[in-house]
């Protein structure tokens, strides 16, 4: 058990943690971050840096009780197809279970996606003995939507390795897109009914400006990079997005779970701390974002710490924007 929560401040500060996925299990708040590690390693593009190696379950009763560390959820050495880089997971719950959804490399250095279960939201949890098939890239987000059709959302550039997927196949040396040409977008497919396989092929999403045009590969600020969530308010479907290369968090809307998505605005100011990443839930009445930044560590990018603050929408539906460091 840790200190009470106050917002934009550590949620707890005994681990680094990062990349938060909040949801409200049993009518408590559940937070599934990354656990960064504690090493002097140098940063580089690739993101090796982010050595992660194990999930610990953070949640709370409400958002003023004490924050509870459920310890070790899942460990690499228990996933049998994965060799390293616990990056950000997400959880899902379906037919009475908890499903833990997480990128790792594989034994090839391919960033794949994987899933594993529990009876319990806070773990630990069972990883399944393959990756999900057709899988690839990273930062999963599962949507389970109210028709109880599944969704998840998933990719992110450079060492998340996106670029060497545009033909459908793992190309090791290909570039991004030209410039001038569409982003690539962040990946859907269908969840099957028991959360373990894809039921439909992989998609690519689509952003758009108001005027129907694709945002580019070079318009870095409003482009997809990594970190998509997807929640639904007033019956849209809002994807929301780090544009990695200007640090934001930014949103685009539509009426369908698979796009195309229409570009809104940014949600999130830069962060201290090179990466950004978030997640956004209702509870108890009320709308919060969760992200995280490097204030502990004092600007270390792979010591994150979660945190987590109010997020409003004006009554036209589009979110205000929060900047992290106002008060
Ligand atoms: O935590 C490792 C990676 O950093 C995540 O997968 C990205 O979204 C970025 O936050």
Redesign the pocket.
Known sequence: MTKKPVQNEPLVTHIYT??PSAHVFDGKLYIYP?HDLDHDMESNDN?DQ?KMEDYHVLSMENVSAPVVDHGEALHVKDVPWASKQM??PDAAYKNGKYYLFF?ARDHDDIFRIGVATSDNPAGPFKAEDNYLEGSFS??PAVLVDDDQKSYIYFG?LWG?QLEKWQTGEFIQDAEGPDPKAPALGPRVAELSEDMLSFKSEVKEISIVDEEGNPILAEDEDRRFF??PWVHKYNGLYYLSY?TGTTHKIVYAVSENPTGPFTYKGTILKPVIGW?T?HSIVEFEGKWYLFYHDCSLSDGINHKRSVKFTELTYSEDGTIQTIDPYAN
Do not use: K
Request: proline residues 6%.
């Open positions: 990062a990349d990354s993101g982010y990056w950000a990128p990273i930062d992110g998340g990594e970190g780090s990466t990443h």
